[in-house]
């Protein structure tokens, strides 16, 4: 454990922290990654023909019947270990800054308060013509199965169609969550990068912009990523196993 050990060190000197995370965090809670050989919903599913504002366009029922889906299945799920030590770091250290690409709600339900999602939220559901916020979903009520078609809802104030409110390939980030993310991770002593590959952009330029401005950056993940020569340190294994591990180590009393 002689990397833990280092990352502990990192961590126990930093006052400020940011932790990026990506869907390999969810995934020992029974969520899907994108990209996992196998099991990456982008290995089993067509991302042009589910995950584009011309797919919503051109089958609005495929697509809302897709989220929901994937909402359910999310629902059904607890956070990990991985997901609770996050809530811990960022309870311990002076300033810490949670930024998500994941569109699951784990980190919220482990103790996570303000987590900044770069990806947008499967509960934030939002009018497709006018952007009016839907409101909490209703809880999904059976299993709407991965290719079941469902009629989304209408907007209470246009009567357009109600669109999952996740960022789609194509579409912009959130303006205000870029900017959090950008602002923190340049002001960062630590980043601590979890769970992504590192592809997709501009998410995957956080952890680069933090060690450009100087920030130690430390990843945990199984496989190796484009980002290993970012980091200072390279946990190699999964978010559930090696970040109690770290929290232990920093924090012997937590
Ligand atoms: P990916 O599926 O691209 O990558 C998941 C990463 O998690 C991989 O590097 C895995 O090796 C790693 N991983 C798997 N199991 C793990 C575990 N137990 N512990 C730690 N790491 C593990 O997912 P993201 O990088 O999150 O965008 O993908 C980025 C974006 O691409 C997503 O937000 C989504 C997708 O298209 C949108 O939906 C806009």
């Known amino acids: 454990m002689p990397d833990v050990?280092?990352?502990?060190?990192?961590?126990?000197?930093?006052?400020?922290?940011?932790?990026?995370?990506?869907?390999?965090?969810?995934?020992?809670?029974?969520v899907p990654t994108f990209r996992d050989a196998l099991t990456g919903l982008w290995e089993r599913f067509d991302a042009q023909s589910l995950a584009t504002p011309q797919a919503f366009r051109d089958d609005p029922e495929l697509v809302w019947g897709w989220y929901e889906w994937r909402r359910h299945k999310v629902s059904s799920v607890h956070p990990n270990p991985g997901h609770l030590a996050v809530a811990?770091?960022?309870?311990?250290v002076?300033?810490?800054?949670?930024?998500?690409?994941?569109?699951?709600d784990l980190h919220e339900r482990a103790g996570s308060p303000d987590p900044v999602h770069l990806h947008g939220s499967l509960f934030a559901p939002r009018c497709a013509d006018c952007g009016?916020?839907?409101?909490?979903p209703a809880a999904p009520a059976d299993e709407p199965g991965e290719g079941r078609r469902i009629r989304p809802p209408s907007c209470s104030r246009c009567g357009g169609l109600i669109r999952p409110g996740v960022v789609w390939f194509g579409e912009s980030l959130p303006e205000a969550a870029l900017e959090a993310a950008a602002r923190a991770a340049?002001?960062?002593?630590?980043?601590?990068?979890?769970?992504t590959s590192g592809l997709v952009y501009p998410a995957a330029?956080?952890?680069?912009?933090?060690?450009?401005?100087?920030?130690a950056v430390i990843q945990i993940n199984p496989q190796p990523t484009p980002?290993?020569?970012?980091?200072?340190?390279?946990?190699?294994?999964?978010?559930?196993?090696?970040?109690?591990?770290?929290?232990?180590?920093?924090?012997?009393?937590?």
């Open 5 to 30: 050990r280092e990352a502990a060190k990192l961590l126990e000197n930093a006052a400020r922290v940011v932790v990026f995370t990506g869907a390999g965090i969810s995934a020992e809670s029974g």
């Open 88 to 92: 811990t770091i960022e309870a311990r």
């Open 94 to 104: 002076p300033a810490a800054t949670l930024i998500t690409q994941n569109v699951d």
């Open 132 to 136: 009016k916020p839907a409101g909490p």
């Open 186 to 195: 340049s002001g960062a002593d630590v980043l601590l990068t979890i769970g």
């Open 205 to 215: 330029e956080i952890p680069r912009l933090a060690a450009r401005a100087g920030a």
């Open 227 to 254: 980002m290993d020569s970012v980091a200072l340190v390279n946990l190699r294994g999964s978010a559930a196993r090696i970040l109690p591990d770290l929290v232990a180590l920093t924090w012997p009393d937590a």
